[in-house]
């Protein structure tokens, strides 16, 4: 498989790095430096190999190579997992993607949860507060203006 953008392009030094945890050329508050991190784990853990070509003023491209599978004949599907059951706890929804957060709360909801929603980290402070019953799990993305994860711990 091979996926390129259409971006600047990478040092040499950068292209030593783009698989580090963490690592990113974004500023502050635009990305987790997980994404390539991320494909690389993935890529390794199913015994491939991911290759970069880039130069600074040329786009990025990555090949991703994957071992061959032998297939055997198709049968009967079976299920990889028993169905869920469902829940009935409380989940605080935190993301301040109003589209990802849509789906997020529908999937929840359909599944039995009962589902408060904050688009930011203050409005979620401002719910926990107001809640009278308990919180089973928080469920946010990690990076959002406002308040982020890394500079509010949990007290």
Do not use: N
């Amino acid at each position: 498989m091979t996926v390129s953008d259409t971006g600047y392009g990478m040092d040499a030094v950068t292209r030593t790095r783009v698989f580090e945890p963490f690592f990113t050329t974004k500023e502050v508050g635009k990305g987790t430096g997980l994404g390539l991190a991320t494909a690389y784990g993935i890529v390794k853990q199913a015994h491939g190999h991911i290759f970069i070509d880039s130069e600074l003023g040329r786009r990025s491209t990555f090949k991703v190579y994957l071992p061959r599978v032998a297939t055997g004949p198709i049968g009967e599907a079976t299920p990889l997992r028993a169905e869920s059951q469902g829940g009935s706890e409380t989940i605080l929804l935190v993301d301040d993607d109003d589209g990802v957060r849509r789906m997020t709360r529908e999937l929840l909801w359909q599944s039995g949860y009962r589902v408060l929603e904050a688009a930011d980290g203050e409005e979620a402070l401002l719910l926990c507060a107001r809640e009278p019953g308990a919180i089973d799990m928080l469920l946010t993305d990690a990076i959002m203006p406002v308040m982020s994860g890394g500079r509010y711990p949990i007290a």
